[in-house]
């Protein structure tokens, strides 16, 4: 069928033609505290899009289970009409590959169809019983949904190539004395799911969300947990992209500081063997031992800044022309134990929240939450208002802890615990 869509756009008079194919089947269980549900459904969808000898590419999207040549046909018929005679510049269809390399990567799990009706009531009752150790903390709703994604992409060049990958999410709702909170991990294995860590994290959560002011008028250091510094960094996130109007300040960041975006990490739902155009690339260090180094990019965007793609072209939301997106983005831990970093700045606050409230002069404000820590011990939770940049967060940086924690949002963001230096503003108001 994709050979036939690309020999149909062929004589259509498109010089380029790409194809990008995904088909996936998802099934999705739920327990409420009185109502349990389970949905199954699968999609498939081609996403094309076409080249001309210059001037931008067309292209269409149909989805359907079980699409027919002509609706590709007629699609073909509507677009050749779109032209821009004024935009003669040259496009990317000459940067398309013609092949890719075999990368092996463990995003698969073979045990996928197992994990059904039978596994979710165990894992329900696991998740109950779990929540019965934590004293006055309750389960609102927990859901498990698996999928699997077929990805094939061919193109006039001569590229067939296709990889398969299944996602696994693990959605829990829990309150705790009229505080709610949601919590999500997806993972392209099931076995790495941790439903216990989980609901540890969101108590530990729970039990830092207070009315209670830091108790701190003068300087002080923070430890962000991998969640908290998750936020950030995907806040910051855009900075890392070519052409955007941020920018990263050309000075040297702390050595310790290293952060990458990988394609090829085992058990990541952001990792992939090549992108949506075919384009593969190794880790990238977007900032390497403290100094800024690259930033990434899709075809096109390189095409118009003239650098070569960094094999982050991807679709997502439905869109037709594949946009500039990060794989795994994460900062790179160093061997430190969490202890050393408690242990070694005495007292400070332990932030294990962040929610961005507002956007001003170029600087971030976010809404806290955490816990005052003391000789290496947390203490009373605390909740404080945090100011700062990108560029202002990477100069607090005093140390990193080994381990890595990702959470996928959109796309998959990583990072270990991180030591930083804070300063004290106005009361319960602090920068880093």
């Known amino acids: 069928m994709l050979e036939k869509i690309i020999r149909e756009g062929l004589t259509r008079g498109f010089q380029t033609v790409e194809v990008y194919s995904e088909k996936n089947r998802s099934s999705i269980y739920e327990d409420f505290t009185d109502y349990h549900a389970q949905h199954h459904q699968k999609n498939n969808h081609a996403v094309v899009r076409a080249f001309k000898d210059r001037g931008e590419p067309v292209g269409f999207k149909i989805s359907d289970p079980f699409p027919s040549f002509e609706s590709f046909q007629d699609a073909f018929f509507r677009v050749y009409t779109v032209d821009h005679p004024a935009d003669r ?83 829990l709702n829990l309150n705790c004395r009229r505080k709610s909170i949601s919590l999500a991990e997806v993972k392209t294995h099931c076995d790495l799911l941790s439903l216990e860590k989980m609901i540890l994290r969101g108590h530990r959560l729970l039990t830092s969300l207070t009315d209670k002011p830091a108790p701190f008028s003068s300087h002080c250091n923070f430890i962000f947990t991998p969640h908290a510094s998750i936020t950030l960094l995907r806040t910051f996130s855009p900075w890392f992209k070519v052409g955007t109007p941020h920018q990263i300040r050309n000075i040297p960041f702390p050595s310790t500081l290293s952060i990458l975006d990988n394609p090829y990490l085992d058990h990541e739902p952001g990792s992939v063997p090549f992108d949506d155009e075919g384009i593969q690339h190794e880790a990238k260090f977007l900032i390497q031992k403290g100094r800024p180094a690259n ?92 100011k700062t940049s990108l560029n202002s967060y990477l100069l607090s940086i005093l140390k990193i802890s080994r381990g890595l924690t990702f959470r996928h949002e959109g796309f998959n963001v990583g990072s270990p615990y991180i030591l930083s230096r804070g300063e004290f503003l106005s009361r319960n108001f602090f920068g880093v």
């Open 295 to 386: 930033k990434i990019a899709n075809l096109t965007d390189g095409l118009y800044r003239q650098i070569p793609s960094t094999g982050n072209g991807f679709r997502s939301n439905g869109l037709i022309f594949p946009q500039t997106t990060f794989t795994n983005l994460y900062i790179n831990p160093t061997t430190l134990p969490l202890k050393h970093l408690l242990d070694s700045s005495h007292r400070g606050l332990f932030v294990t929240t962040l929610k961005p409230v507002y956007l001003r002069d170029g600087h971030y404000y976010f809404l806290a939450f955490g816990y005052v820590y003391h000789k290496g011990e947390l203490k009373e939770p605390a909740h404080f208002t945090l």
């Open 89 to 171: 510049e040259p496009n990317a269809a000459g940067l398309l590959p013609e092949s890719v390399r075999n990368i092996k990567i463990r995003i698969h799990d073979p045990g996928y169809p197992r994990r059904g009706e039978e596994f979710f009531k165990d894992l329900r009752e696991l998740a109950f019983e779990t929540v019965l150790k934590y004293p006055r903390l309750n389960l609102n709703k927990i859901s498990f949904k698996k999928t699997e994604k077929k990805i094939y992409l061919f193109n006039s060049r001569g590229l067939r190539a296709k990889y398969k990958k299944t996602l696994f999410h693990l959605t």
